[in-house]
């Protein structure tokens, strides 16, 4: 007993605030390292996408998420018409497009 009412006194008489501020280290170091290994690597890869998004042209070769492939017929602002076999083309929402396979030559 006289071991725990040592280890939880506080032997400067300051009230308690820095043993309160030293418990909220490990806290905020938590916080930075969830930063660092999952909201910045997610932030950069959206970015990426984006710009893949906005380079995107006639003749792209590209993949959606739903995995069809195809070649980009028309780009418009929210919509691409993608081209997937002879005489067929469907539109589709340009962030449901994964990758680009295949860039078109200039």
């Known amino acids: 007993m006289n071991l725990f009412l040592a280890f939880s006194t506080n032997p400067q008489g300051g009230g308690g605030s820095p043993n ?27 970015k990426q996408h984006q710009n893949m998004l906005s380079t995107l042209r006639k003749g792209d070769r590209v993949v959606t998420n739903a995995g069809i492939y195809g070649t980009v017929h028309d780009v418009k602002e929210q919509m691409i018409v993608l ?24």
């Open 20 to 46: 309160m501020l030293v418990s909220f280290i490990p806290i905020l170091l938590i916080f930075i390292i969830f930063y660092l290994l999952l909201i910045l690597p997610q932030q950069k890869k959206q």
């Open 83 to 106: 081209k997937i076999a002879e005489e067929v083309k469907i539109e589709i929402v340009k962030n449901a497009v994964a990758a680009v396979v295949e860039k078109r030559e200039e």
